[in-house]
């Protein structure tokens, strides 16, 4: 992994995507105070009405930006839907919430990725990194469970892949990655902690933006942790 002290600069433009969230939140105030206000672009489902349930929501909230963003962020994403949770074994599957879990976590981004894509600019390092979560991982599996989660994330995984190839044509500096944020206190997290130890958002969002200044394109397409180790797919 390079340093590339340079990229979250004054002059770099951000657009951060599920900015109502908890660590969305804190990406959005950790940016303002290194790249500035003026340089940060905030969306989500809260503020702007951009809905993965409603695929329009997100091809209208691409044609509400101008200009070009150098860092896109997606940290939107669901664990419970609809009052749903993970399920604990396979004889919990059900197919709504199966569907619920790919229109949020897998088919929203995808589709924010074909929307956006074409705000990055063609020259120099360009990011889009997408919040997954280890769990999505299929090496990393080992107990089982939450499978309409792990699932949804690993067919994210797949989709920055492919996107991280298609973006490389257009500009080859280009880098799109999955990022794991850690175990973060959030709405998302809070009823399944337990005893695990968890981060602040704010330390989440530091984590995650250290990651993105030190990547380059030779990290493109990969699955990265808060701390800069890659994950297995
Ligand atoms: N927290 C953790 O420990 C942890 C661990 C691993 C991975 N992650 C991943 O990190 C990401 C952010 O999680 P978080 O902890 O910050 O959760 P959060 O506080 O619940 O934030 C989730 C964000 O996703 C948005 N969202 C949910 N459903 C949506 C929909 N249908 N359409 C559009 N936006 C939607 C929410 O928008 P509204 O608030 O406006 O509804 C919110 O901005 C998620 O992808 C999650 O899977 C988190």
Not at 9 to 20: E, K, M
Not at 27 to 43: I, R, Y
Not at 102 to 127: C, E, S, Y
């Amino acid at each position: 992994m390079e340093n590339n002290n340079l990229f979250l600069n004054a002059s770099c433009r951000t657009l951060i995507i599920g900015s109502s969230g908890a660590i969305g939140g804190a990406l959005v105030d950790n940016l303002k105070k290194t790249v500035g206000p003026k340089n940060v672009v905030t969306l989500s489902r809260t503020e702007n009405g951009l809905d993965f349930m409603n695929p329009e929501t997100i091809s209208m909230s691409s044609r509400q930006q101008d200009g070009l963003f150098n860092l896109i962020v997606d940290a939107t994403g669901s664990l419970r839907i609809d009052n749903v949770g993970p399920e604990k074994s396979l004889s919990m599957v059900e197919y709504e919430t199966m569907l619920a879990q790919f229109k949020v976590n897998t088919i929203g981004p995808a589709l924010l990725i074909k929307n956006f894509m074409k705000f990055l600019p063609r020259k120099g390092k360009v990011v889009f990194a997408t919040l997954s979560a280890r769990v999505g991982s299929i090496e990393d599996n080992r107990l089982g469970g939450w499978i309409s989660y792990r699932a949804s994330k690993a067919g994210l995984n797949q989709i920055v892949k492919t996107a991280s190839i298609e973006a490389s044509r257009k500009n080859p500096h280009s880098v799109f990655l999955a990022i794991h944020p850690g175990t973060v206190l959030s709405k998302l997290t809070e009823p399944y902690l337990g005893n695990k130890s968890f981060v602040v958002p704010d330390e989440a969002a530091k984590n995650i933006l250290r990651v993105i200044e030190q990547i380059d394109h030779s990290d493109t397409g990969g699955f990265f942790s808060f701390d800069g180790s890659k994950v297995p797919y």
